[in-house]
């Protein structure tokens, strides 16, 4: 990808063996743009009582933190068919995971993914695809696509490393 300096993004299955995926080795992917949001924590819970300053706050000894969501900007470069079955058909259908083969809730683990973002060195563990928007699929230049996905992070204390595969690995 010219003119991309980005490294591309890691992601694993949060199921047991699965391989890690580089998204530019398996589908011509590059992630352009992964703001990390602030971290907060939880609300703590508090009382405001009107004859006194301040607030009387339950601290704990452990802050807890939110989870969030990460908006991340991707470039893609190839034809407008390969754009169809890499985008559509690999990437978005990876993201979203598998439907259970019965109605036993508790199958449904493939949703569920680790990411890796090589250029900022952070990783977490128990994400998800939470909002991808056709519209904001834009054509650059000739066989140049950017798109945003948001991931929801749900656990974002625990920072994970995902070692890159030397080749595209079989889905």
Not at 7 to 31: D, E, G, H, R, T
Not at 112 to 137: A, C, M, S
Request: with cysteine; glycine share 6%; aromatic share 12%.
């Amino acid at each position: 990808m010219d003119a991309i300096t980005r490294s591309s993004l890691l992601i694993q299955k949060m199921v047991s063996n699965a391989p890690v995926v580089n998204i530019y080795k398996q589908w011509n992917i590059v992630c352009t743009k992964i703001p990390f949001p602030k971290i907060e924590t939880k609300e703590l819970p508090a009382h405001d009582f009107s004859g006194s300053n301040g607030e009387d706050t339950y601290i704990p000894s452990f802050m807890p933190f939110k989870p969030y969501d990460l908006q991340v900007e991707f470039a893609y470069k190839g034809t407008e068919d390969e754009c169809y079955n890499d985008v559509f058909k690999g990437f978005l259908k990876y993201l979203q995971g598998t439907e259970p083969a019965s109605d036993n809730y508790d199958e449904i683990t493939e949703g569920g993914f680790k990411i890796y973002d090589q250029h900022n060195l952070v990783g977490r563990q128990k994400v998800y695809l939470k909002t991808f928007d056709p519209n904001e699929l834009i054509h650059q230049s000739g066989d140049h696509l950017t798109f945003k996905l948001t991931f929801r992070v749900t656990d974002p204390d625990t920072d994970i490393t995902l070692i890159d595969p030397k080749t595209a690995v079989s889905l």
